[in-house]
């Protein structure tokens, strides 16, 4: 299992657990249309994120771009793993 599988894992268990939405989620499902995602679960995934991934959501990250699907925010989450594991 590659980091990109992983972290998607994690958050769609992390959603699974928390969102109202019945239907199924895929990494691809637009957290957005479909009404997955509000307010109050953003500072949720952003805080399960900070503290399970252990990166730093700025304001800068926090974007219907990088929280449309999980895909595109385990993108976001990878890289910065991987730009974190370079500098050190």
Do not use: Y
């Not at 499902?29 to 995602?37: F, K, P, Q, R, V």
């Amino acid at each position: 299992m590659n980091g990109q599988t992983f972290v998607e894992k994690q958050l769609l268990a992390f959603l699974l657990e928390n969102t109202p939405v019945s239907g199924p989620l895929e990494p691809t499902t637009d957290l957005i249309e479909t009404g997955a995602l509000d307010s109050l679960l953003v500072t949720d995934l952003v805080l399960f994120v900070e503290s399970r991934f252990g990166v730093a959501l700025g304001a800068g990250s926090i974007s219907p771009r990088h929280f449309r699907s999980v895909e595109c925010l385990a993108r976001l989450i990878v890289a910065k793993l991987e730009k974190a594991r370079e500098a050190a």
